[in-house]
């Protein structure tokens, strides 16, 4: 599908490397299904090829329900992936056994949503941070201590706090706490799902700047999980568009600001609240929700809300991604113009 | 305009904890007019939700609401009973909540908990007792032929909820995020409220969704003639919806005024800094402008502006309380002592010094307040 894109990136050191990969989980199927034999599955991700380079950070965007985070554990090899191959160090990872998927652990860590679900709160944070130490062999006792408290002074935080439980912390500290932890057995790669979106704006500008800082001092790739644009703006290096289970587009990040190219990134871009002018963006909203992944539609999955649909070959027939080696898009109508896309008036059968 | 729907004179909650009294609403007063959407808005902790939830009496026992006035439609809540209270909650005042669903009953179809309000406070002819509502609830479910039913249907449809009757007959879980949202605006309309309490409705939603969900509210204030207190942590969706808004911190209110200017020109320094801080797709900075710190603990608070521990033009009279001053439009207000016209030499010397300002600010780096 996108073998050339596929063929330029493995130049250089590559970090991780998805190809093709497939998660579908079972669905409930009804009497009538049963009978008939048939089986449901939810396609939650529908054929994702990516790779992701040593020290670089790919920012992963889309609505509720598009399969974004089940991308980030299927890579991260929280769950089995259904079909495809995931290559981390040049390495096969999709099948491992289990003590071999104890080492890749410790290479891969994951930054989860909720800081208030994601800590235990029985334990002492240095505990918290320190398990993943002892897990791994890394250090125990006193030395444990101190390589705790020297994360957390890394992640912004009161090493004398070391003693203390998760509830005693604010969000933004929770998330700090769960940071320390990803950050603890210095990881290649950190996944990081939906970091920000549990927190205050001005909260989350602080945890943005601290992702970005310790990922320079430390050097690590990392996967940015996100569902807001701006957020995702200013920690990528590159993003990919995310919709029904597959890549819509993907680009260098200034490229795919200045220059978005899928009607989805675009609709994407126009929904954030914009604070420095009075917007007037009624006619551009999207409408409706993401149709169903146990049933996707046919051809472009976006068609059925597309404000740029153009007729039956978006239902019949699904684009590829394609385009330049640094910016792809998966669109039957990439070569429009800007006059042409606001001239457009969608032909019936779409709202 | 006629008079105010909602006005709130001074209004203090504090709870007793056990290391002492917390103060979550300090001294806070508005005045919101028919048909106005009004905008509260600060970080976690600063009292948003508690003031709604004192306007409508949801407060833990332990809670203490004292006012001098809290007049809603010429009527004063404090002296209301509880009786009175309960009816006015639901009939004449809604709430929508942050989360729908936790706030939406798992075991009730929308429909079901959308008529059951409409039986209790609209002006439909059916039984509301206890036990034909256990009957309705769960044996034989609220017949699609009666007029409560019927009016849900119609209100989930004006809610903008595609096949209104089939989804009426949904369970929530069936419903994606944006629909439960909508679906919890039927049921705050329900009873052709005066005002919706409307607590960080879209927090919790794609932005997609959440412009819908804001064009929405703006189409039904129009449609239901309803004010709206809209309370966020995300100024830019107060700019997108909100006529007057009301900054708070630390249970206090900063500064308010119409929507417009305290977007463009804000003068409290906290303000500055929550807009600062949005990360905004037109600007390639590398680093995001941020405001380190926390909101202080409200036990024991110490008296003076709260802010102080954070703000960047801290000087020896911060440790005292400062009056509200009149800034450049007609209602905006400011409580800072820097725009104390008797302190305008300092406000002076801090606007010099900003250059020092911008690059000190941890963190930031190149940040700095746009101004």
Request: proline residues 5%; aromatic residues 6%.
């Given at each position: 599908m996108n073998s050339t894109i596929a063929e330029n990136e493995?130049?250089?050191?590559?970090?991780l490397k998805a190809e093709n990969v497939k998660k579908h989980f079972p669905a409930d199927d009804s009497i009538v299904d049963k009978i008939l034999g048939r089986s449901n599955s939810v396609h939650a991700v529908n054929g994702v090829s990516l790779s992701l380079q040593r020290n670089e950070i790919v920012g992963v965007v889309g609505e509720s329900g598009c399969g974004k985070s089940t991308l980030g554990r299927t890579l991260s090899r929280l769950y089995e992936p259904t079909s495809g191959s995931i290559f981390f160090n040049g390495k096969d990872i999709s099948s491992l056994s289990r003590k071999e998927e104890k080492k890749l652990r410790k290479e891969i860590q994951f930054i989860f949503q909720d800081p208030h679900s994601s800590l235990n709160p029985r334990r002492k944070i240095g505990e918290l941070i320190g398990q993943p130490l002892e897990v791994h062999g890394i250090a125990t006792g006193s030395e444990k201590r101190e390589q705790v408290k020297q994360l957390l002074r890394e992640v912004g935080l009161d090493p004398g706090q070391i003693d203390r439980y998760p509830h005693e912390f604010s969000g933004g500290q929770r998330q700090r706490i769960g940071i320390a932890r990803a950050l603890a057995v210095k990881p290649k790669l950190i996944i990081a799902d939906?970091?920000?979106?549990?927190?205050?704006v001005s909260v989350q500008a602080q945890i943005i700047n601290l992702l970005k800082r310790i990922q320079d001092d430390h050097g690590f790739s990392m996967i940015f999980i996100a569902h807001d644009l701006r957020v995702v703006k200013h920690i990528s290096d590159r993003v990919f568009v995310m919709y029904l289970g597959e890549i819509m587009e993907k680009a260098q990040t200034d490229d795919l600001y200045d220059n978005p190219q899928h009607p989805y990134t675009r609709a994407l871009l126009e929904a954030i609240p914009n604070i420095d002018s009075e917007s007037n963006r009624e006619d551009t909203i999207l409408t409706g929700d993401p149709p169903d992944p146990i049933d996707p539609p046919s051809g472009c999955p976006f068609h059925t809300r597309c404000p740029e649909y153009i007729g039956d070959i978006c239902e019949n027939e699904k684009p590829p991604l394609e385009g330049a080696t640094d910016h792809a898009v998966s669109c039957h109508w990439k070569d429009r113009s800007t006059k042409e896309r606001l001239e457009h008036a969608p032909p019936g059968g779409t709202d | 305009m006629t008079e105010p729907i909602l006005e709130v004179k001074n209004l203090t909650t504090s709870f007793s904890t056990d290391e002492g009294e917390l103060i979550a609403v300090d001294d806070v007063s508005f005045t919101i007019d028919r048909g106005e959407i009004f905008g509260i808005v600060g970080e976690s902790g600063s009292g948003k939700s508690v003031t709604a939830l004192s306007i409508l009496q949801l407060i833990d026992s332990t809670g203490q609401i004292d006012a001098d006035e809290i007049l809603f439609d010429g009527e004063d809540l404090l002296s209301a009973s509880d009786e009175e209270i309960r009816q006015i909650r639901g009939s004449k005042m809604g709430m929508i909540f942050q989360n729908p669903s936790t706030s939406l009953n798992p075991v009730l179809t929308v429909g079901e908990q959308i008529a059951e309000v409409v039986r209790h406070?609209?002006?439909?002819?059916e039984s509301d007792s206890f036990w034909r509502e256990m009957g309705r609830k769960y044996v034989t479910g609220t017949s699609t032929q009666s007029p409560s039913w019927k009016r849900a249907v119609s209100l989930l449809e004006k809610v903008g909820i595609p096949a209104p009757e089939e989804r009426a007959k949904d369970y929530p879980h069936q419903l994606s995020g944006g629909m439960k949202q909508r679906a919890m605006i039927a049921q705050a309309l329900a009873a052709d409220p005066e005002l919706i309490i409307a607590d960080e409705p879209t927090t919790a939603l794609d932005v997609t969704i959440e412009a819908q969900i804001l064009a929405e509210l703006e189409n039904l204030r129009e449609e239901f003639d309803v004010s709206i207190i809209f309370i966020t942590h995300d100024l830019g969706v107060i700019r997108e919806i909100c006529d007057n808004v009301t900054v708070m911190y630390a249970g206090e209110v900063m500064e308010a005024g119409d929507v417009r200017t305290i977007i463009e020109d804000p003068w409290h320094p906290y303000t500055q800094d929550l807009i600062a801080c949005i990360p905004r797709l037109s600007d390639d900075r590398e680093w995001l402008t941020v405001s380190e710190g926390n909101v202080p603990s409200l036990v024991n608070k110490e008296p003076g502006c709260p802010y102080r521990y954070r703000c960047?033009?801290?000087?020896?009279?911060?440790?005292t309380e400062s009056e509200k001053f009149a800034g450049s439009s007609a209602n905006h207000q400011v409580k800072c002592h820097l725009h104390d016209p008797e302190h305008d030499e300092q406000l002076a010397t801090m606007e010099r010094e900003s250059g020092l300002y911008d690059s000190q600010s941890t963190d930031s780096i190149d940040g700095g307040v746009s101004q």
């Amino acid at each position: 599908m996108n073998s050339t894109i596929a063929e330029n990136e493995l130049d250089g050191d590559t970090v991780l490397k998805a190809e093709n990969v497939k998660k579908h989980f079972p669905a409930d199927d009804s009497i009538v299904d049963k009978i008939l034999g048939r089986s449901n599955s939810v396609h939650a991700v529908n054929g994702v090829s990516l790779s992701l380079q040593r020290n670089e950070i790919v920012g992963v965007v889309g609505e509720s329900g598009c399969g974004k985070s089940t991308l980030g554990r299927t890579l991260s090899r929280l769950y089995e992936p259904t079909s495809g191959s995931i290559f981390f160090n040049g390495k096969d990872i999709s099948s491992l056994s289990r003590k071999e998927e104890k080492k890749l652990r410790k290479e891969i860590q994951f930054i989860f949503q909720d800081p208030h679900s994601s800590l235990n709160p029985r334990r002492k944070i240095g505990e918290l941070i320190g398990q993943p130490l002892e897990v791994h062999g890394i250090a125990t006792g006193s030395e444990k201590r101190e390589q705790v408290k020297q994360l957390l002074r890394e992640v912004g935080l009161d090493p004398g706090q070391i003693d203390r439980y998760p509830h005693e912390f604010s969000g933004g500290q929770r998330q700090r706490i769960g940071i320390a932890r990803a950050l603890a057995v210095k990881p290649k790669l950190i996944i990081a799902d939906e970091p920000v979106s549990a927190l205050d704006v001005s909260v989350q500008a602080q945890i943005i700047n601290l992702l970005k800082r310790i990922q320079d001092d430390h050097g690590f790739s990392m996967i940015f999980i996100a569902h807001d644009l701006r957020v995702v703006k200013h920690i990528s290096d590159r993003v990919f568009v995310m919709y029904l289970g597959e890549i819509m587009e993907k680009a260098q990040t200034d490229d795919l600001y200045d220059n978005p190219q899928h009607p989805y990134t675009r609709a994407l871009l126009e929904a954030i609240p914009n604070i420095d002018s009075e917007s007037n963006r009624e006619d551009t909203i999207l409408t409706g929700d993401p149709p169903d992944p146990i049933d996707p539609p046919s051809g472009c999955p976006f068609h059925t809300r597309c404000p740029e649909y153009i007729g039956d070959i978006c239902e019949n027939e699904k684009p590829p991604l394609e385009g330049a080696t640094d910016h792809a898009v998966s669109c039957h109508w990439k070569d429009r113009s800007t006059k042409e896309r606001l001239e457009h008036a969608p032909p019936g059968g779409t709202d | 305009m006629t008079e105010p729907i909602l006005e709130v004179k001074n209004l203090t909650t504090s709870f007793s904890t056990d290391e002492g009294e917390l103060i979550a609403v300090d001294d806070v007063s508005f005045t919101i007019d028919r048909g106005e959407i009004f905008g509260i808005v600060g970080e976690s902790g600063s009292g948003k939700s508690v003031t709604a939830l004192s306007i409508l009496q949801l407060i833990d026992s332990t809670g203490q609401i004292d006012a001098d006035e809290i007049l809603f439609d010429g009527e004063d809540l404090l002296s209301a009973s509880d009786e009175e209270i309960r009816q006015i909650r639901g009939s004449k005042m809604g709430m929508i909540f942050q989360n729908p669903s936790t706030s939406l009953n798992p075991v009730l179809t929308v429909g079901e908990q959308i008529a059951e309000v409409v039986r209790h406070h609209g002006d439909v002819d059916e039984s509301d007792s206890f036990w034909r509502e256990m009957g309705r609830k769960y044996v034989t479910g609220t017949s699609t032929q009666s007029p409560s039913w019927k009016r849900a249907v119609s209100l989930l449809e004006k809610v903008g909820i595609p096949a209104p009757e089939e989804r009426a007959k949904d369970y929530p879980h069936q419903l994606s995020g944006g629909m439960k949202q909508r679906a919890m605006i039927a049921q705050a309309l329900a009873a052709d409220p005066e005002l919706i309490i409307a607590d960080e409705p879209t927090t919790a939603l794609d932005v997609t969704i959440e412009a819908q969900i804001l064009a929405e509210l703006e189409n039904l204030r129009e449609e239901f003639d309803v004010s709206i207190i809209f309370i966020t942590h995300d100024l830019g969706v107060i700019r997108e919806i909100c006529d007057n808004v009301t900054v708070m911190y630390a249970g206090e209110v900063m500064e308010a005024g119409d929507v417009r200017t305290i977007i463009e020109d804000p003068w409290h320094p906290y303000t500055q800094d929550l807009i600062a801080c949005i990360p905004r797709l037109s600007d390639d900075r590398e680093w995001l402008t941020v405001s380190e710190g926390n909101v202080p603990s409200l036990v024991n608070k110490e008296p003076g502006c709260p802010y102080r521990y954070r703000c960047d033009y801290e000087f020896g009279e911060c440790t005292t309380e400062s009056e509200k001053f009149a800034g450049s439009s007609a209602n905006h207000q400011v409580k800072c002592h820097l725009h104390d016209p008797e302190h305008d030499e300092q406000l002076a010397t801090m606007e010099r010094e900003s250059g020092l300002y911008d690059s000190q600010s941890t963190d930031s780096i190149d940040g700095g307040v746009s101004q």
